[in-house]
């Protein structure tokens, strides 16, 4: 399985403008996780979906972010209107029920720098 | 509120010597708590977790401890390699699949 793929790696943009970020889960997953990456704040968890229905947004910042699950296999986080404060590592996370609970895999992270 | 927290921000051990990196939680109705790995620009990695009935859990080279009477937990690496430099992080269950993550702590390993 190729893992967790997370688009795109880097992106550099000017405040004002939209993100989008994009997850593919591993196959089969059932759960998927935004988390946020930051040194002054450390992992914070944004949402996270179950069978690809939102099921805790309580981590959202604020309004300006917005997460999507159309389906099983994708999944988006989008920023609009982008501001510096939200510079960070954006990571997409998913695990299985029945697998061991705390195990989840992780993608290799989006890292947004606002302008 | 409710928060994991680790003692030490960053941690320097001589290669082959053991690894100790502490963390202490506030929620003592925790019942799951998860150690993982980030190594530079990648994603965090599952190393061992541990149920909130056991006190002691080992896998290959790394040991957790539980003590929920202080409400701390510890990982030990054995033999501490080059590839074990990273950021570790303990992660506390809150909810069915909902994981809350301390701060991190950075190891290095001096040749």
């Known amino acids: 399985d190729a893992g967790v793929i997370q688009s795109p790696r880097h992106e550099v943009t000017e405040m004002g403008q939209e993100v989008t970020l994009r997850c593919k889960p591993i196959?089969?997953?059932?759960?998927l996780f935004w988390y946020r990456q930051t040194m002054m704040r450390g992992l914070e968890l944004l949402i996270y979906f179950n069978n690809n229905v939102p099921i805790d947004d309580s981590g959202m910042p604020e309004d300006r972010f917005s997460a999507k699950m159309p389906n099983a296999s994708f999944s988006t986080l989008k920023i609009q209107p982008s501001e510096p404060r939200d510079s960070a590592v954006y990571f997409c996370?998913?695990?299985?029920?029945?697998?061991?609970?705390?195990?989840?895999?992780f993608g290799e992270g989006s890292r947004l720098t606002v302008l | 509120g409710e928060s994991v927290g680790l003692h030490l921000p960053t941690l320097s051990v001589q290669e082959g010597d053991n690894s100790i990196i502490n963390c202490a939680y506030s929620n003592s109705a925790s019942d799951y708590f998860i150690w993982y790995k980030q190594e530079s620009g990648k994603g965090p990695q599952f190393i061992i977790d541990?149920?909130?009935?056991?006190d002691k859990r080992q896998g290959q080279r790394v040991t957790v401890l539980l003590n929920k009477t202080v409400k701390h937990l510890s990982l030990q690496i054995a033999a501490t390699q080059p590839g074990d430099s990273a950021v570790y992080f303990c992660a506390e269950r809150q909810g069915a699949q909902k994981l809350v993550f301390g701060q991190g702590t950075r190891l290095t390993i001096n040749p």
């Open positions: 996370a998913t695990s299985s029920t029945g697998v061991r609970t705390g195990e989840l895999f």
């Open positions: 196959s089969g997953h059932d759960y």
């Open positions: 541990i149920r909130s009935n056991m």
